[in-house]
Each structure stands twice: as structure tokens, then as C-alpha cells.
């Protein structure tokens, strides 16, 4: 069933692959796939089927006549329980309930009568990209399998996108090459036997948040003890982050009650107020079996640390490249203390807490309840009584949101409360981005907006999911970078089982002014102490990323030196050379940088791969 080239051996945790019909033009198209290194599993007939890299402990695939499934990624399931599935398949759609009972983060391929089906997972972290090769419709994990097939370039407007701060829904998920389309992460694809007509198949859509705390924190608690687990009960050593915060802090202590040996990793903040070391050294009393290592935080790489020498091949801008060497720097060192993999708390802040934007429905359909809890948040967030009375006033539809955002890209920020209670942070573009691509911007947010509808009705439901699918669009990348530092990373709270436990509870008790993540509290008692359960705030760690700003000021300088997006005529780059002569500028205190140097990192290293494979070639 499978090829396997000599050289072929990649480390696990940065499984990537193109998928085919069992179709005599796909078997010719496939080739261009296939490099030194890479796999091949076939279907019943020889043809290729899945071709690309990935680890033996990364991949379970049954064959039965003419069905073949795959799952690849972190899944439980083993050869003997997919076997059965495969068996019993009648019908791609009875994969939908498969798909929605495994724990775990993965995809699932599957082969049928000569139909193909490819989803990844519904919180974005694992995504699917389709593009017509030769005329043969070729599904892939990552964007840029195609575009090096297809010899694709980047397309500039949609270069032109990412310069936007935030960039809204749908736009984020559009690809950098306009040959190639992204499937939603609640679609699955489905390719027709002829292996050129492809259609959509929702198969995943958000739980009714109905269930009380008390209901649910139980539910919480099994799904996230369910998905370290698919991480640790191999045993060994993992390790994991323990920054002292609720969220890691919850990872660390599951993962202590599995059969691997935890060795736990805390980075304390530059700032003398930051009190994570504190709260970490007193979870790790209550772990006396974990190796604790905490780091000196004056070696602690900064923000923005490393940006001219980033060589990571990604298929798309990420602002997560302005922490890339922070997160990288002592997965080393887990190395040597013999981690076969890093378990993070990223995730927690998105799924535990929630928006509170649900008040905008709230108000309407319990108002004297969404009135007190208001006023609470009100003094919590320093809210103006004006500016929340017009945000909950505003009941504009999503499409018309975004439709005004097109027309104010170069209005200031607007003001928190606006933001928090309405469809999110409007996007913006900043002095140094040019006419020509804010006219770009403009043409493509307008588009958008005829057609664009919310990701749910409710607002606060839309803003959990829109802001769990950035935080995945960001963690792919990294994922990828940890992968190829050695020790491949896993956020167990990004899991869609979890996200559906959480999701479940109702908005009204998930995010409240009177308690710090209620539900992660109510959903860890018994496993985390409560002398830890009792903390609540977070570390914001802006020290860390002013010092970061002023220390690599001439880094910055040389970034935008031999700018490509001044090149493509997108920025100024005497705006930008300037900025980074003055570090301390207020304004900068936003991350308004952010998205123009992920798309100026990214293209230098599309730059640095085009001249790779021409040395190569050569």
C-alpha cells in the first residue's frame, strides 16, 4: 500500500500531502508532487492517492475494496477501529459523524466509488486547498504544494489584503495565489470521479450554547483530559508550557496525570510586575514529579527578535513570526531533557472565556440581566457610558459592517467598547501603506461585503469563532516552525472537541465582570488546586515587546531597506525607514506593524525559495 522513497523521513509533527481521484489524468498529474523524501499511498488501482511528507506516528489508513481512509495528524483511533469504518462506509456523508466523534487535531481523507472526500478540522488549525492542475482538481493541506506545481505568483492585491490590521472575515482565509481556492474549515471537499467537478459538504456547525456552567464544565473538563491524552498516553517525555497562567497551568496538570514524564517550561516576563513565575512555581509544588525549568527572562528572546534571517517556508503572511525565536528558543533544550513533543496553553483565551458581544443579543432577550452585567463590565473596561449605549444600538448586518469598514481603512482606531460588542475591530490601514493598495483594499473589502455573511447570526458567537480561527491561522505556522526545530508542538484547547464542550455553555455564564474564566475554573476543580484556580488576571507582557521594538530598531531599518513590498508599490518605505528611527512613537504601542512585516518576511522568504529550487535546477 505504500511507496516509500530511501531518503524519505520526515520528523513528526509537520505532516503536509496533495490527495488525488483514483483517475488515470490524476496518476499523471501526481508526478510533479512526488519529490526525494516525500510518500505515496495508492489507491486499490496503483494510482496515487496521498503523496506527500508525514510521520509513521502521524498517519492510520485502512483499505477495503474500493474505499480507502486516511487520518493524519493527532487521532486515537487505530488501524483495527478504521478498518471497520471503512468496511461499513456507504455514503461520504456518513463520515460527517466520524468526524465529529474523534477527539484529537487531524485530517481525514477518504476514497469512495472513485469520489474523494478532504476536511481538516473545524477550528482552522488543519485547512484544505484545492486548485485545478492540468486540469485535474488536486486537494492539498497547505496552499503553496499547488502554487510551486502551478508555478504560481503571489497575487498583489491580495498582498494588499494582508496589510489590513485585523483582517475580517472572509478575507483571511482567501489564499495568496488567486489559482487556488481554500475550502471553509466547516466544509469537507468533495472531488467527483471524473476528478474535475468538486462541490462542498458542511460538516461541522457550532453547538447550541445551552448548557448551564454546572452542565458543562463537566463536559469541558473530559474533552480537554481527553485531548492531552491523545498526546501523552504513549508515555515518555513530553513537555509543556507553564507560564503560570490558568491555561497552561490546566495542560500541565492533565498532563501530569498521564503515564509520560512532564517536564514543565516557564519564560518569566522583563517586567518586575509580571507575577507568572509566582503562580508558576506555586503549580509546580503540587507536581513533584515534573522537572520544573524556569528561564533566565534576560536571555528570553524579544518581540521581533531574528526577523531578517526567518528561512520558514509558510503559505501565507503570519503575524506569528514577530514571536517566532520566543517560541522556538528552548524547544532545544527539551530536546536534550529527551521531550518528544511541546504542550502549550495557546487556545485557552478563546475557548474558556468568550466575547462579550453575546450582550448585544443578551439585551434584547434578557434585559435586565444583560443591564447589571453591563454595568459591570462597564467598570471593568472603563466603558463609556455613550460609547456602549451606540454599540449596543448598532444592529447593522455583518455585510453592512464591513461594507462601511471599506470606506474608513485610514479612520484612528476605534474605541474598545465598539469593538467588544460589536462584529469585531473594524480593519484599518496606516500611514505608510500606499493609494494604490488601499484603493486594492478598498475593491476587495467592498466585494466581500455584497455577499458576505457572519460565521453565526448571533454576534458574540461569530467573534468566538472569528477569533478562534485567527489564533489557528497563526499556530499552523507555528506548528510547522516547532516541527522543524525538533520538538513538534500540540495545543490540546484548539481541539474541536473541546471547543464544542466549551462553545455548549451558555455565553451569559461563560463571560461575566464578576469571575476570571468561570467555566476553565469550574471545569479544572479537583485537578488544578485551588490555591492556582484562585488567580485572576494574565500577564500582559508589553515590556517584552517595547524592549523588543527598541532593541531591534536596526533590524527594522534593514527590513525596509530592500523592502519587496516597497518594490510591489505597496508601502513607502521611506515612511516605514523612518518609523523604525523612532521605536518609542505612541502609536506603535498597537501592533499596527504586525501585518505589514508578516507580509514583508513572507515574501523575502518566497525570494528565498525561488532561488533555492534555481541553484537546485541548476
Not at 61 to 74: P, Y
Not at 231 to 243: E, I, K, M, P
Not at 310 to 336: F, K, N, Q
Not at 449 to 461: F, I, N, Q, S
Request: charged share 25%; proline share 7%.
Amino acid at each position: 500500500m505504500t511507496e516509500l522513497h530511501e531518503s524519505a523521513g520526515a520528523g513528526p509533527g509537520d505532516a503536509h500531502f496533495t490527495v488525488f481521484t483514483d483517475h488515470e489524468d490524476a496518476a499523471a498529474v501526481a508526478r510533479p508532487f512526488s519529490h526525494p523524501g516525500s510518500r505515496t499511498l495508492t489507491h486499490t488501482s496503483g494510482r496515487p492517492w496521498i503523496v506527500g511528507h508525514w510521520h509513521d506516528d502521524e498517519i492510520v489508513t485502512a483499505h477495503t475494496g474500493r474505499t480507502g481512509l486516511a487520518v493524519i495528524g493527532c487521532c486515537p483511533i487505530d488501524a483495527t477501529e478504521l478498518q471497520r469504518r471503512a468496511a461499513r462506509l456507504r455514503d461520504l456523508a456518513e463520515l460527517d459523524a466520524l468526524a465529529r466523534s474523534l477527539p484529537g487535531s487531524f485530517h481525514l481523507v477518504a476514497a469512495l466509488d472513485g469520489q474523494l472526500r478532504v476536511q481538516g478540522t473545524a477550528s482552522g488549525l488543519r485547512l484544505v486547498f484545492h486548485a485545478a492542475v492540468g486540469g485535474v482538481q488536486v486537494a492539498a493541506s497547505r496552499a503553496d504544494l499547488l502554487a510551486d506545481v502551478l508555478g504560481a505568483e503571489p497575487d498583489e492585491e491580495q498582498l494588499a489584503v494582508r496589510l489590513l490590521w485585523p483582517i475580517p472575515h472572509p478575507l483571511a482565509e482567501e489564499p495568496m495565489w488567486r489559482a487556488i481556492t481554500a475550502v471553509s474549515p466547516h466544509d469537507a471537499l468533495i472531488v467527483a470521479p471524473d476528478s474535475r467537478t468538486v462541490r462542498y459538504s458542511r460538516w461541522w456547525t457550532p453547538p447550541d450554547p445551552v448548557r448551564t456552567l454546572a452542565e458543562g464544565a463537566p463536559l469541558v473538563r473530559k474533552a480537554l483530559a481527553t485531548a492531552v491524552d491523545a498526546r501523552t498516553r504513549r508515555g515518555g517525555v513530553v513537555s509543556s508550557d507553564l507560564s503560570g497562567g490558568l491555561d497552561s497551568t490546566s495542560i500541565c496538570f492533565l498532563a501530569d496525570r498521564s503515564p509520560a514524564h512532564v517536564v514543565a517550561s516557564t519564560w518569566p516576563g522583563r517586567d518586575p510586575a509580571d507575577t507568572d513565575l509566582y503562580w508558576a512555581r506555586q503549580a509546580a509544588r503540587s507536581m513533584p514529579d515534573i522537572d520544573h525549568v524556569v528561564w533566565d527572562a534576560d536571555v528570553s528572546p524579544l518581540v521581533y527578535d531574528d526577523l531578517l534571517t526567518i528561512d520558514d517556508l509558510l503559505d501565507e503572511p503570519t503575524i506569528g513570526v514577530m514571536d517566532r525565536s520566543r517560541l522556538l528558543y528552548h524547544l532545544p533544550a527539551m530536546a536534550e531533557r529527551g521531550s518528544r513533543l511541546h504542550l502549550t496553553g495557546i487556545g485557552g483565551d478563546h475557548v474558556a472565556w468568550c466575547s462579550e458581544a453575546y450582550y448585544h443579543r443578551l439585551l434584547r432577550t434578557r434585559p435586565l440581566f444583560a443591564l447589571r452585567q453591563l454595568r459591570g463590565f462597564r467598570a471593568l473596561w472603563q466603558w463609556p457610558l455613550g460609547g456602549t449605549a451606540r454599540a449596543l444600538a448598532d444592529s447593522r448586518p455583518y455585510g453592512k459592517w464591513l461594507a462601511d469598514s471599506s470606506g474608513r481603512l485610514r479612520a484612528p482606531l476605534p474605541a474598545t467598547v465598539s469593538t467588544s460588542l460589536g462584529w469585531g475591530m473594524p480593519p484599518r490601514l496606516f500611514d505608510w501603506v500606499t493609494p494604490d493598495a488601499e484603493r486594492a483594499a478598498q475593491r476587495v473589502l467592498s466585494g466581500a461585503a455584497a455577499t458576505a455573511v457572519p460565521l453565526h447570526p448571533d454576534r458574540g458567537l461569530h467573534a468566538d469563532l472569528d477569533q478562534i480561527r485567527s489564533c489557528t491561522r497563526i499556530v499552523r505556522q507555528w506548528d510547522q516552525m516547532a516541527a522543524r526545530a525538533g520538538v513538534p508542538m500540540a495545543s490540546p484547547f484548539l481541539d474541536d472537541r473541546v471547543i464544542e464542550a466549551c462553545l455548549a455553555v451558555r455565553p451569559s455564564e461563560r463571560v461575566t465582570p464578576w469571575q476570571y474564566k468561570p467555566l476553565l475554573t469550574a471545569a479544572m476543580n479537583g485537578i488544578v488546586p485551588d490555591t492556582c484556580l484562585r488567580r485572576t488576571n494574565k500577564a500582559a507582557a508589553s515590556m517584552d515587546a517595547s524592549n523588543g521594538l527598541r532593541e531591534h530598531r536596526a533590524d527594522l531599518l534593514k527590513l525596509w531597506e530592500d523592502s519587496r513590498l516597497e518594490q510591489l508599490g505597496l508601502v513607502d518605505g521611506n515612511a516605514l525607514r523612518r518609523l523604525a528611527q523612532r521605536p518609542a512613537t505612541p502609536e506603535l504601542r498597537d501592533a499596527i506593524l504586525y501585518s505589514t512585516i508578516a507580509a514583508e518576511v513572507w515574501l523575502r522568504g518566497l525570494n528565498r525559495k525561488s532561488e533555492h529550487h534555481a541553484q537546485a535546477s541548476y
